[in-house]
């Protein structure tokens, strides 16, 4: 049966300063994935820390939410069968050290902090960060 899905997928400040953009992509529709929505923005903080409130009692989240703000980033809505656990399987580990060969983050990521991507990681929090970049 089939189980069309999209998901939010971001290329972070550190693969867009980088000039990943085109290579990240490549990466999406080589396996499988459909773009079907995307736009290059920079983001205020205040909009990092409400993108990433789940984590707001973590010790990561200061530095997270500077992060994610201090640079152009490309958001993206992707369509594939399956897609939030396919994205997150092309994504690999949070950590790129951790990650699998053939990953994104295996490939490109810096550092846990700096690691390429993000993916949404339920159907649930898909719909959530797709209408939080794309509601009208
Ligand atoms: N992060 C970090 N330090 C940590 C854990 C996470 O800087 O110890 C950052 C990292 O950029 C990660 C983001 O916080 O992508 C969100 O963390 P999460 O656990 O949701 O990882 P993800 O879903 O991105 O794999
Ligand atoms: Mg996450």
């Known amino acids: 049966m089939s189980n069309m899905e999209q998901t939010l997928s971001i290329i972070k400040p550190d693969a867009v300063e980088r000039n990943l ?23 205020e903080k205040s909009e990092a820390e409400k993108f990433y409130k789940v984590h707001e009692t973590k010790p990561f989240y200061n530095d997270l939410c500077d992060y994610l703000s201090s640079g152009p980033i490309v958001v993206m809505v992707l369509e594939k069968e399956n ?11 949070t950590n790129p050290k951790d990650a699998d060969d053939g990953t994104i983050r295996k490939k490109y990521g810096i550092s846990i902090d700096k690691n390429s991507v993000h993916g949404s990681d339920s159907f649930e929090n898909a719909k959530i960060e797709i209408d939080f970049f794309f509601k009208d």
């Open 83 to 93: 897609a939030v656990f396919g994205n997150r399987e092309l994504m690999g580990a």
């Open 21 to 43: 953009e085109n290579e990240i992509k490549e990466m999406f529709k080589i396996n499988g994935f459909t773009i079907l929505k995307e736009k290059k923005i920079q983001i």
